[in-house]
């Protein structure tokens, strides 16, 4: 699956679940599977963790992220000081049920509704343990502000905190995802945001480039991708909507012909009469004529 299929289904919102400074002398927290994900920074000392049978060694200034149904087993071999956070990265709506998996809990069979889904199981993503930001010092003080906002309980603060999540998330993504990777060529592509698109801008001259530019695809993509979203080519889909458009301004406005041909997007009011009859089997200003004429129900 493409991280894109993935958002479709459950969109990244993440909502942290516990976060805090660990500040502790030579430390170790048993072995457990994790539902969530867990990022830790060394800001001081030196740590090994053990994740799915490999050892990982860290030391200050380094983070560490292990993804959810991971085996873990965590150890501080000196005086540390290591900010956490254990968080969703996808939207569950039972998130609020989940919990920071405990020592020595390793089957989680009954939990497996509240499993987050793994970036390394998606196409195009490889997330390593050890990040290593492409932009360390803006991501470290994106991560220590987060956990110092979530500490406090206030509403403004919380929200603070979950939006910062959002950040490092997307910089964990952007620095590790393959350009070009993130959705296959084949899949279908989301286009719901179209009819929007065509909405506001339907009195503007519109090309396939530039729909198919806004969509990332190639026009030819584009063009297949849309038909086979909704049953008909881009420009008949355009011009049904500006001609339905029309139809509304001559029953409901006394606007000229010259400028209802304006705000549908036609280049004058030739070609307008002329799309419009093609399309109603009347020129417009029969149209108009008609619509009053007729009885109100």
Avoid at 24 to 52: K, M, N, T
Avoid at 63 to 74: G, M, R, Y
Avoid at 269 to 297: D, E, L, Q, W
Wanted: with cysteine; proline share 7%; glycine share 4%.
């Amino acid at each position: 699956m493409y991280l894109s299929e993935l958002i479709e289904k459950q969109p990244i919102l993440p909502y942290i679940r516990q976060s805090n400074f660990a500040v502790r002398s030579p430390w170790s927290a048993a072995e457990r599977r994790l539902l969530d994900y867990l990022i830790v920074y060394v800001q001081e000392g030196e740590c090994v963790f053990h994740i799915d049978g490999e050892a990982y060694a860290f030391g200050s200034g380094e983070f560490c992220l292990i993804q959810p149904d991971s085996v873990v087993t965590l150890e501080g071999r000196t005086h540390s000081i290591t900010p956490f956070a254990h968080l969703d990265l996808f939207y569950n709506p039972q998130r609020e049920e989940s919990f920071p998996t405990r020592a020595g809990q390793l089957d989680l069979t009954a939990y497996l509704h509240l499993m987050q889904p793994r970036l390394n199981d998606l196409q195009g993503v490889h997330v390593p343990v050890r990040l290593t930001p492409k932009h360390p010092v803006h991501f470290r003080n994106t991560f220590l502000d987060m956990v110092e906002s979530w500490q406090h309980r206030e509403p403004l603060l919380q929200l603070k905190a979950q939006t910062l999540a959002m950040q490092v998330v997307l910089a964990v993504l952007e620095d590790h995802t393959a350009p070009g990777t993130a959705a296959s060529s084949q899949a279908p592509q989301s286009l719901n945001w179209i009819t929007s698109f065509f909405s506001f801008h339907l009195s503007e001259p519109l090309s396939i480039e530039e729909m198919a530019r806004r969509a990332s695809l190639s026009p030819s993509r584009f063009s297949a991708v849309f038909k086979q979203r909704f049953g008909v080519p881009p420009h008949r889909y355009l011009l049904d909507l500006r001609i339905r458009h029309a139809e509304e301004l001559l029953h409901t406005t006394a606007l000229p012909l010259e400028d209802i041909a304006v705000y549908c997007g036609f280049a004058d009011v030739h070609h307008f009469s002329k799309a419009f009859k093609r399309k109603t089997g009347m020129p417009p200003g029969v149209y108009r004529s008609a619509k009053k004429a007729a009885p109100s129900t």
